[in-house]
């Protein structure tokens, strides 16, 4: 076993795995995993540039992640950074926080990268599930973007297109710089739109229609399902490999649009980072079931993060 650490550095959110893994087997063991909402990608979309608070609040995650990292030992340490950062005019100052304080270079990847990861993480387990028929649709729905990977074992086709939770909400649903709450017909109208030209890009070049099982990744899908399964708090034993409906997606995602923030607020399983960006979420993965035409969606607790600590432990990905 290597004991590994792998950090997501996504548009809306930090995460650290730390785990022991062994390529010959496939077993990975989770010792510390953990998620805060830094928002690094705020303003990204308009200004081009990574705001100074939004940096600060990243660097201080990074700094407890050390710690941990530090306290737990671990022999290799890798950094993704992901959509906010490969869009950003001054990503070096990004870069020279984090070498700064992990002692490690952000690898700003590609989309295409991102969807590697995404796949591998997300599918490493449901492969011994014969119930589910292939090929998988793996489908990551991030704050800056959205990342489709289609394959069986391995990676047949995969697309990152720029909608995200956070990137649509910013683009749509603030005037003012404030989030309309409830968001107007016209603004839903108008992200729909632009989630619609997102997939006819995304089938340019993975066949989604093809896919047998549709799998979920990332807060918006975890958090819809937690809200479908009622949880009376964030379970991710119970969210990992739940089934949610389409019916149930669809119900979820109109009560999103049409709660007040103070409602969404005070569902039991909502990240307070999450309150104002579920919507726009939701909807991407709404319009994602639409398209396919998939019943259901498989959820996923492991994605990119855990792709990200089985390369940094040596297996293919």
């Not at 980072?273 to 998939?294: H, P, S």
Request: hydrophobic share 45%; net charge negative.
């Amino acid at each position: 076993m290597i004991r590994v650490a792998g950090i997501d550095c996504g548009t809306n959110s930090i995460r650290l795995l730390v785990a022991d893994c062994d390529p010959a087997t496939g077993e990975l063991v989770e010792l510390d995993r953990r998620m805060t909402i830094v928002r690094l990608g705020q303003g990204v979309d308009r200004t081009g540039r990574l705001a100074p608070e939004a940096l600060e609040r990243t660097f201080a995650a990074c700094r407890e992640y050390a710690a941990v990292i530090k306290e737990l030992g671990a022999e290799r340490v890798r950094f993704v950074a992901t959509s906010a950062s490969r869009d950003a005019e001054n990503r070096d100052d990004f870069v020279r926080g984090v070498v700064e304080i992990l002692g490690v270079e952000p690898e700003v990847i590609s989309g295409d990268q991102e969807a590697e990861f995404s796949f591998t993480g997300a599918t490493k387990e449901l492969t011994a599930h014969e119930h589910l028929e292939r090929p998988f649709l793996v489908v990551d729905i991030g704050g800056g973007s959205t990342e489709f990977v289609v394959g069986d074992d391995h990676v047949r086709a995969a697309r990152s297109v720029d909608v995200g939770c956070v990137r649509m909400t910013e683009r749509h649903l603030v005037v003012d710089g404030v989030v309309t709450d409830p968001p107007t017909e016209e603004q839903i109208t108008a992200v729909r739109a632009d989630i619609e030209a997102a997939l006819d890009l995304a089938s340019e070049t993975v066949p989604l229609t093809e896919a047998r099982t549709l799998v979920g990744l990332a807060g918006s899908v975890t958090t819809i399902a937690g809200i479908a399964l009622g949880l009376p708090e964030y379970r991710s034993s119970e969210i990992h490999h739940s089934r949610i409906s389409y019916e149930q997606v669809r119900a979820i995602t109109e009560r999103m649009l049409t709660a007040m923030h103070d409602e969404r607020a005070a569902i039991p399983v909502m990240h307070p980072g999450r309150v104002d960006v579920i919507g726009a979420g939701a909807l991407v993965l709404l319009a994602v079931m639409e398209r396919t035409g998939a019943s259901e969606v498989v959820v996923s607790e492991h994605d990119i993060l855990d792709g990200i600590a089985w390369s940094v432990a040596g297996a293919t990905v």
